[in-house]
């Protein structure tokens, strides 16, 4: 998996500005530490700040990995790694590469998945993959690997797929039913939600599945700011291998505010 954008390696602001009419500041604030209302927060950036946002991997993974978690129903790894530019108290690093090791299920061996982000002085973070009939690859995508071939989604939503076999690529046809193909996937999940809320079956990406996704993508963030290998007890929700990990998944939250 790759994303080609990443928050710019910035500190606190030092200087006040004035809080817009329409933004309750302490209200935005919620739980995270207090601090002078600025720009570079609200309304856009927060993302890339570790006390607000997720940075890329909160942004992007539940898109850009939701084909192979789903294709291969991961789970939960058991071992997350990081590597990454430099590490600061404020804001996401400018790049990083994450790997997870997902145990074996069912008769599915173990896989190995490993996210890109971000670029350096201008240069993507990124192997130089190449694939039969693509040029460059796009800014943000996916590949399968596997033994007998490879899998290509040149995009975030997985619906355009083209397959390798041998050196020879086709694009695959979809196999999952959902309200219509040709509405395209931000109103397809739109639709669903709908029909869910109305009393219909639930969508194809619910809460169950979902939070799973969310929670195994967002290990890597904590690996990136510990810098050290995670082994993780996905039934306990804990790393078991590195004692300060536990204040990044569970952060302390500001006085009167609870989680």
Known sequence: MYWKQSPQVISRPTEMSAVPDHLH???WLGPAPARPYHSAYHPHDWRGWWDFGTG?????????????????QLGLPTRVQAVSSEVNAETYPSWATITYQFPAHGDRPPVKLVWYEGSENGKRNLPAFTF???????????????SKGRLYSPGDSGDVQRLDIKGQAKTTEPSIERLG????PDENQKRE?????QGGSAPL??????SVLTEAMLLGNVAV??????????????????PNAASL???????????
């Open 225 to 242: 700011r510990t810098g050290k290998p995670l082994e993780y007890d996905g039934e306990t929700g804990t790393v078991t291998n590195h």
């Open 205 to 210: 990406s619910n809460f169950d599945y979902a």
């Open 25 to 27: 500041w302490n209200l």
């Open 249 to 259: 998944i569970n952060p302390p939250v500001r006085k009167n505010w609870k989680l």
């Open 56 to 72: 890329a991997l909160g942004d992007m993974a539940c898109h850009t990995a939701n084909l192979p978690f789903m294709a291969l």
């Open 132 to 146: 039969p009939g693509v040029g460059e690859l796009t800014d943000s995508g996916s590949m399968l690997v596997g």
């Open 193 to 197: 939600w709908i029909r869910a809320i």
């Open 181 to 184: 193909h040709e509405v395209g």
